[in-house]
């Protein structure tokens, strides 16, 4: 993949920058001993790191807007970071950019059950805007897979999703509001604790513009009434097209579950050895959860039983207890430790129709072979959100460059069979290259002229999102 | 004129010579528009999936036809959408490029999100004649900036949308509502109460001549069991009736406005802090609607009336649907002046719907 290179005028100065961030800073909130930006380097698109010019970690909106006024006169380019958990490099420096850290930002604002919101600081973990409400029988819905370490800001840039928003949605879906400061330093406050905007969505351009449009700060989310219970069943098949019947099945059936997951064969195998959760020996397996009181989720899961009786399961395996359903969780949410075990991987999520999820495993496992290379598929089953995993092994010459080019096959294939390039985890630098599969000239274009509207110097996150060639003229402006 | 291809409505924005009036079906006439009207009657659904819960059909489509369409495969748009023909005094047929571009969401939207929520992708002309895309027919999808959600209630004033993409719920099979008998004033308590429950309350208003209603929808036995729960937690706000038979007509009263239709008067949307809703209510008077747990108030006002000075202080925003007031609720500077540079970006020659948002 093509790093692009750094304004050599910008590390020139870099004395100069440092000196006047810090002389609008407190002394604490500037780093650039590069021994303690190290752990800026990369996000959890490990294969690729670069040393950034300096890191600044404010602890108010003011000192954002001071840090952000100082970059936007001095021409430096800055790149927002929540935890640095992102798969697509989306805050990975450059050499010549500022990393704005949000980590120090992490404070409840406003808890609000009578009208269903919170308002937190945005470097706020996931987790623990669900740990703030919780004792009230509350939760955020947006649940990704990182929520342990990923930022409320970085979801929203990255408009992420989880397991379970078949049912309540991704990030767009449950934000009110944000306060964002832009590139100038200056202070917008988009939404808030009502419902849709009184004019443009501006709300809706904020989120999932991965850091390009400004700095998110402080946000407003939507948070939910707990369900009375929940349960998963766990479903075992005799092939992937079957799996991927009984799904479209239960979807037509208008059962509505919280989670359908898919495993397959490869990524069964890796997690078994892994966590041994006891997973049946199958070459696809599904796991259903729904939710409410008991005698609901009975209900619920009786039809989804019906359902599956009739795809001839090699296992219908039910929870009798907390245990079990722990159990039959348990391999799911080790997926990706356990690919970590035995290989590097690389996690792409491409999203197709869910109708064409045979086919497209079916590609899948041809392309593998073609490339010599294994792919575990884990994924979303229900929204058609994949996340086919590429194992390679980094230190043997080639075969990254193998594996992203593999990669770069499986995500066309998406596109071309009605899908998109990413689901959840973003474009950033790693499917920059690849927009031009998706959209038109003139589609992007139109995106562009977005972010020149919110940052006409492109200083905010610029070599990311957008192919290089398509944004030269606009980033060396 | 009357387009009826995406290629016709890129050549009739490219050549047109000024300002142009998009008109779907006509039904939402809201805000000031002058220009020639351009009528979009790109028709047809494109693509229906039931099992994949999707659907892509042309902005020119009655929305009638998309309602019956999913209808027949046990499926429905989750958002609910609301008919404004009878409240507003209109002829016409609703078109679902309309329903988008007003982005109009119904009571399910307590539940189930407002109509930018179920929207996945759009095709559009922007005011250059540029034909471009956005979204897709996927359900998640992060891929790029999300003008799909931007174009869903922009009034046609960044582009003329050729085509929309709408995931799909299940319909459900069961419903119930639970009816309070309450003042509109004192209503709002009862609906946060059912709505901060486990309930998954699916309408949440209030109803003139009925009270405060509380909706739930799903599998029959689900549905027995939370009414059951529902009429304990409600019980401290009044005696608690559970309709069956009548709950459907209920909702689509209040979603259609039924109680205003063909009366006088300017008609006023507030999308507010719900529990802003008494104070609000007591401060307008007269004939009022709630709906979203109190956070959406809808107002008959006499004619001419200042609604947001008399409702004022508010925290949202406050829509004239008919009237003469200026439509939208001003926005905040900074806002401001974010929007007006996105419309110079999508529609430099200022000739979609110009004046429309104010
Ligand atoms: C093991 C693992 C599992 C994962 N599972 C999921 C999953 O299930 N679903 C999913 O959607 N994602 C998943 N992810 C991806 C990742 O966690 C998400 O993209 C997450 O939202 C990133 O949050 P972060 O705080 O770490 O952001 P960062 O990595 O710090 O930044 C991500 C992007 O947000 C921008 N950004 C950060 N803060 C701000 C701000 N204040 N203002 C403006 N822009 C900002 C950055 O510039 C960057 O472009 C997973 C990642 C890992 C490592």
Request: aromatic share 6%; hydrophobic share 45%.
């Amino acid at each position: 993949m093509e790093l692009p290179k750094a304004d050599a005028r910008v590390i020139a100065r870099k004395a100069q920058i440092v000196a006047r961030l810090r002389a609008v800073l407190p002394a604490d909130a500037v780093i650039d001993a590069p021994e303690e930006t190290r752990a800026y380097e990369c996000d959890a698109l490990s294969a690729y790191r670069c040393p950034p010019l300096a890191v600044v970690l404010p602890r108010s909106i003011a000192e954002v807007a001071a840090a952000l006024k100082v970059c936007h006169e001095e021409r430096v380019p800055v790149v927002p970071r929540g935890a640095g958990t992102s798969l697509a490099g989306g805050s990975m420096p450059t050499e010549d950019a500022i990393v704005l850290g949000l980590a120090r930002m992490s404070a409840v604002l406003e808890t609000d059950y009578e009208n269903r919101f919170i308002r937190v600081e945005a470097g706020r973990t996931n987790l623990s805007v669900t740990g703030a409400v919780e004792a009230e029988g509350f939760f955020y819905a947006p649940d990704p897979s990182s929520q342990l370490a990923c930022a409320i800001s970085g979801n929203i840039a990255m408009n992420s999703g989880g397991a379970h928003c078949l049912k309540y949605g991704v990030t767009t879906n449950n934000l009110l509001g944000v306060t964002l400061v832009t590139m100038a330093g200056e202070v917008v406050e988009i939404g808030g604790p009502w419902s849709d905007a009184g004019g443009l969505d501006l709300l809706a351009l904020v989120c999932g513009s991965e850091g390009q449009l400004g700095v998110v700060t402080e946000a407003v989310l939507r948070i939910l009434p707990k369900p009375e219970g929940a349960r998963p069943v766990l479903i075992g098949f005799s092939s992937n097209e079957i799996a991927g019947a009984c799904v479209a099945d239960i979807i037509r059936a208008g059962i509505l579950p919280v989670a359908i997951e898919f495993m397959d064969r490869p990524c069964i195998e890796a997690t078994e050895a892994f966590c041994h959760a006891g997973y049946p020996d199958c070459e696809a397996l599904l796991i259903v959860e729904c939710e409410g009181a008991p005698a609901e989720i009975d209900e619920q899961l009786g039809l989804v039983r019906q359902i599956a009786m009739r795809h001839d399961p090699v296992e219908f395996r039910e929870a009798r207890d907390g245990d079990e359903a722990a159990r039959i969780w348990l391999g799911r949410k080790s997926a990706f430790g356990a690919m970590g075990q035995i290989n590097d991987y690389m996690c792409l999520d491409g999203t197709i129709p869910v109708s064409s999820l045979p086919q497209v495993l079916r590609r899948i496992g041809e392309l593998s072979e073609e490339y010599g290379l294994k792919v575990a598929n884990v994924f979303h089953a229900g929204d058609g959100n994949m996340h086919p995993l590429i194992l390679y092994n980094a230190n043997e010459p080639g075969q990254q460059e193998l594996c992203e080019a593999l990669g770069a096959e499986i995500l066309k294939l998406c596109v071309e069979m009605g899908g998109c390039l990413t689901g959840e985890h973003g474009v950033g630098i790693e499917k920059r290259d690849l927009m031009g599969v998706q959209f038109t000239a003139a589609d992007l274009e139109a995106q562009m002229r977005v972010k020149d509207v919110f940052d006409p110097a492109w200083l905010l996150n610029p070599v990311k999102v957008f192919p290089l060639a398509a944004s030269a003229t606009r980033r060396a402006g | 004129m009357k387009i009826e291809t995406e290629e016709q409505l890129a050549e009739a924005i490219r050549t047109a010579e000024g300002p142009v009036r998009i008109v779907g079906g006509g039904t939402r006439p809201v805000g000031q528009a002058a220009g020639t009207p351009l009528q979009v009657a790109i028709s047809g659904i494109r693509l229906y999936e039931p099992g994949a819960l999707t659907l892509v059909a042309g902005a020119g489509t009655p929305l009638a036809e998309i309602e019956a369409a999913v209808a027949a495969e046990g499926q429905r748009l989750p958002f609910e959408p609301a008919h404004w023909v009878a409240a507003l005094g209109q002829g016409g047929e609703s078109t679902i490029g309309g329903v988008v571009a007003a982005n109009v969401s119904g009571p399910r939207r307590v539940q189930a999100g407002a109509c930018r929520d179920s929207l996945i992708g759009v095709r559009f002309v922007d005011g250059r004649g540029e034909i471009l895309k956005n979204g897709g027919r996927v359900m998640k999808n992060v891929t790029g900036y999300d003008l799909t959600k931007l174009m869903a209630g922009s009034w046609g004033t960044l582009g003329v949308l050729s085509e929309v993409a709408f995931k799909l719920l299940p319909a459900a099979t069961s419903q119930a509502t639970l009816v309070i008998d309450l003042p509109s004033d004192a209503a709002q308590p009862a609906l946060a109460a059912a709505l901060g429950s486990p309930f998954d309350v699916s309408g949440a208003g209030w109803l003139p001549g009925v009270g405060a209603i509380v909706r739930i929808e799903g599998l029959a036995d689900s549905v027995a069991y939370r009414a059951d729960r529902l009429v304990s937690l409600l019980a401290p706000f009044g005696a608690v009736r559970i309709e069956r038979e009548g709950s459907a007509q209920l909702w689509a009263d209040l979603r259609d406005l039924a109680p205003f239709a063909g009366k006088p008067g300017d008609l006023w949307r507030f999308s507010v802090k719900p529990s802003e809703a008494p104070a609000l209510v007591a401060r307008l008077g007269g004939k009022v609607m709630l709906d979203w747990g109190g956070g959406l108030i809808w107002a008959l006002l006499p004619e001419g009336t200042d609604a947001r000075a008399m409702a004022a202080p508010y925290t949202g925003h406050a829509t004239c649907l008919r009237g003469a007031a200026p439509a939208f609720e001003p926005e905040p500077a900074p806002v401001a002046a974010l929007s007006r540079a996105l419309r110079a970006q999508f529609d430099p020659r200022g000739i979609l719907n110009p004046g429309r948002m104010g």
